[in-house]
């Protein structure tokens, strides 16, 4: 969906560096979402917010950080990478009824 | 832990043959949604289904939502091959923070 645009697409990464998936949106939702897709299993939700000033963990937050620039832009760090964070990670925003919209997703592997 | 489990995990059908599959969940909701992935690429939003609703109805889909019984189906009728992707149903629960928490999908082939 060109609306909800991912950079990097791909990254190759060693164990220990820091890496930031930045996302931008136009739909102008406030709502916000980070997940990881990981083969045979469904998404996971890291982090998602709400508004600028509403940053909440999600269920697999460990590892993980994350910064509301503004209201269209979300970006997630991972502090210092590990090996098991290899995913393919996926932004996406959200309507008041939980409508989703994601970005084509960034694949990141961490050597 | 998963909300929401498809049923099958994987299924192969003839072109032109109607695709059913099936998500069951174990806490109340305030809607569903079925969401379809081709590979390696972002989840698309095909139908949302609120908890007082039974069926709905969106071009070659037909969702139908059991809340008795915490499930959901999703039928595509006259398949085409274009509907080959993953396809996951969300649900977004009653209490607590507005989320989806995704189940783990059903692999749909549709063979020419």
């Known amino acids: 969906d060109a609306d909800v645009t991912q950079t990097p697409r791909n990254r190759i990464t060693k164990t220990g560096k820091r890496i930031m998936l930045e996302c931008s949106q136009t739909k102008g939702h406030d709502r916000m979402y980070w997940y990881r897709q990981d083969p045979g299993l469904g998404l996971r939700l890291i982090y998602y917010s709400f508004d600028v000033k509403d940053i909440n963990k999600g269920e697999i937050s460990d590892g993980y950080s994350v910064s509301r620039q503004a209201q269209a832009k979300f970006s997630l760090s991972l502090e210092s990478a590990i090996p098991n964070q290899t995913a393919l990670y996926f932004c996406a925003t959200g309507t008041s009824y939980n409508e989703q919209f994601f970005g084509p997703g960034t694949r990141l592997t961490v050597l | 832990s998963q909300q929401g489990e498809e049923d099958p995990q994987a299924l192969s059908i003839q072109e032109g043959e109607n695709a059913t599959m099936n998500c069951s969940y174990k806490?109340?909701?305030?809607?569903l949604q079925w969401y379809r992935q081709n590979s390696g690429r972002g989840l698309v939003h095909l139908i949302l289904i609120r908890s007082n609703e039974r069926e709905k109805h969106s071009g070659r889909l037909r969702v139908t939502l059991d809340t008795s019984k915490k499930s959901s189906s999703l039928l595509i009728t006259a398949s085409r091959a274009a509907d080959t992707a993953s396809y996951f149903c969300a649900t977004d629960a009653w209490q607590g923070a507005q989320k989806l928490v995704f189940g783990q999908g059903t692999r749909l082939t549709i063979n020419p």
């Open positions: 806490t109340s909701i305030n809607n």
